[in-house]
């Protein structure tokens, strides 16, 4: 069975150390478009026990984009020394729009753009690879990605993305009346709208709301994951690090705190699990942390699956380790 102090361990945030190896890596990205012909602004490299807020935006010509640690390193929630930093690159200048039905980009007297964030991509692949030995930076469907280096930084995906405008609930054709979001367009020609500021945004205020307990919950969590992988438990890589990240923020807030029958962390751990199984037929009603998608729309996300970790945890924390 888990101890407090196991489990308050697994609640630890990212090392001071951890942290500079992330900051590296955006810093080997903003030289990367420093040299790319790109003009740096707004820098900002501020960090807490629970997020990092690291970024900063670029112009060049009549491009401006606006880059930043998102992902679960960004939220303070990775738990994985060797995942990779997942850097957002969010073109401002071109956007996607999405209008009411019978409005177009004519109403708002916008023009088209015939910016290709597609060759954008390969371009900056190019580059990086005929202007740094050390570097080997590969384009794949969804990301450019190269790796670390030993102890100093972190391996880097770089996501390249349109603003994404939903106009969709405007009827007056205001211009800024608009959800902001990400269009990815794949080479493969998919495309994966993702809203990662708010998922960002809505975390720390879940995070506040809850006594600053929501992220360690979140760590704890995902590591007691990786314990039941290591133990045979295979089918539950198919729930995802954030997937799980989504499941606890749909839980109240007061079940993240303590009462007069206990103070201790491993209490609260566990009312968190018991509340998913006394819940788990209702999880399909799940939304992410966006606050915008529900989880289980996203094919990847088997319910089925989530379902029988909810009812796997809970017998887990109990046994013997």
Known sequence: ?????????????????????????????????ISFGFSITNRKYESNDDELDYGFSVTKDDMTAKIFVQGSYGNGTCVRKESDVDIAMIFLSTF???????????????????????????????????????YIANNHNKCID?????????????????????????????????????????????????????????????????????????????????????????????????????????IPNNFFKKDDNSNNYKYIVFKVVDYLNRYKENIYKFVETNDLLKLFDNPNNDLNIYKKFISELKIYLTKEQ
């Not at 990212?14 to 190896?21: D, F, R």
């Not at 015939?114 to 005929?130: A, E, M």
């Open 1 to 33: 069975m888990y101890t407090n102090e196991q489990l308050l361990n697994y609640a630890k945030s990212l090392s001071e150390s951890e942290k500079t190896q992330c900051e590296n890596s955006l810093k080997v990205v903003e030289n990367i478009l």
């Open 146 to 250: 190269f790796k670390g280096n030993d102890s100093s930084r972190k391996d880097i995906d770089i996501v390249s993305s349109l603003r994404y405008r939903d106009f969709s609930g405007d009827i007056s054709c205001d211009k800024d009346n608009y959800v902001k979001g990400t269009l990815i367009i794949c080479n493969d020609k998919k495309e994966i709208i993702n809203y990662p500021e708010q998922s960002h945004k809505n975390s720390i205020e879940k995070n506040k709301n809850t006594g600053y307990m929501y992220k360690k919950v979140v760590r704890t969590l995902k590591k007691i994951k990786h314990d039941m992988e290591d133990d045979n438990y295979q089918s539950f890589k198919k729930v995802s690090s954030y997937g799980l990240e989504c499941m606890v923020y749909n």
């Open 96 to 134: 996607r729009g999405n209008y009411l039905k019978g409005k177009t980009y004519q109403d708002y007297v916008f023009i088209k753009s015939n910016f290709d964030i597609l060759k954008f991509k390969q371009s900056l692949v190019n580059h990086i690879n005929n202007n740094y030995k050390n």
